[in-house]
């Protein structure tokens, strides 16, 4: 499995555009970079994911490096409910995986109002 | 809305007793997952379910194991609890890898065992 490093914190204010970066230069041609968050006291929760382009959607983007060895998930403007653990997560769209998601320790991300 | 639910969402058992977590979804997927979440562990598989009767051992299977009878349900077991086994426990659903979409989570199950 691919292994990934991501901050163990990072802090915005409301309103405020928050890039989270995740570092996963050991993935393969063949894995996706899946992200989730998990918000206090509930069970992750499905943000967005990519394989090489960049991807949008309503909850947030996708910017994925030129080697894919690193990606950041961009949140436009932070509200106070983006307050969670940010999890970035090479998935294996092959082989034997069936769908296995591997969490690592994420990102922390703390929002002020 | 997808729902996966938990039966609990906090549990109390004594040492030595059999406990079930029972966890269904409504979605009609192939794939399900029990996971265990502990501070400074973040979350780690225990077992995973790819179709009815089916199971594949995660990271940490020991003193666990998992029964999927209907597609719909899927219950991991406690033999002999024991207090390492206190955590936060999460089910998880997911159709087939190969359409590589999301996985659902339910609300966790949080299980103290005295």
Redesign the interface.
């Known amino acids: 499995d691919a292994k990934t490093t991501q901050p163990n914190s990072m802090e915005s204010n409301e309103e405020e555009p928050v890039h989270l970066p995740c570092n996963h230069s050991t993935i393969s041609g063949t894995d996706y970079i899946h992200w989730y968050r998990q918000l206090p006291s509930q069970g992750p929760e499905y943000v967005i994911h990519g394989l090489t382009s960049n991807v949008n959607n309503r909850m947030a983007s996708l910017a994925i490096a030129e080697d894919r060895k690193s990606s950041t998930l961009i949140l436009h403007r932070a509200t106070l409910r983006d307050a969670a653990v940010y999890y970035c997560i090479p998935y294996n769209a092959g082989g034997t995986s069936y769908g296995k998601l591997t969490f690592g320790q994420g990102t922390i991300l703390t929002v002020h109002p | 809305d997808v729902k996966?639910t938990q039966s609990s969402r906090y549990l109390v058992k004594r040492t030595g007793e059999k406990v079930f977590l029972e966890c269904v979804q409504d979605m009609d997927h192939e794939?399900m997952?029990w996971?265990r979440q502990d501070p400074g562990l973040?979350?780690?598989?225990i077992y995973?379910s790819?179709d009815v009767k089916m199971k594949?051992k995660?990271d940490i299977p020991e003193g666990y194991s998992v029964s999927r009878e209907k597609k719909e349900r899927f219950s991991l077991i406690l033999e002999s609890a024991s207090t390492n086994q206190t955590s936060m426990y999460?089910c998880?659903s997911?159709?087939?890898?190969?359409m590589?979409t999301?996985?659902?989570?339910?609300?966790?199950t949080r299980l103290t065992v005295v």
Not at chain 2, 42 to 45: D, E, K, T, V
Request: net charge negative.
């Open positions: 996966v794939n997952f996971y973040g979350l780690r598989l995973f790819y594949e995660g999460l998880a997911s159709p087939p890898w190969v590589n999301e996985a659902f989570f339910g609300q966790g």
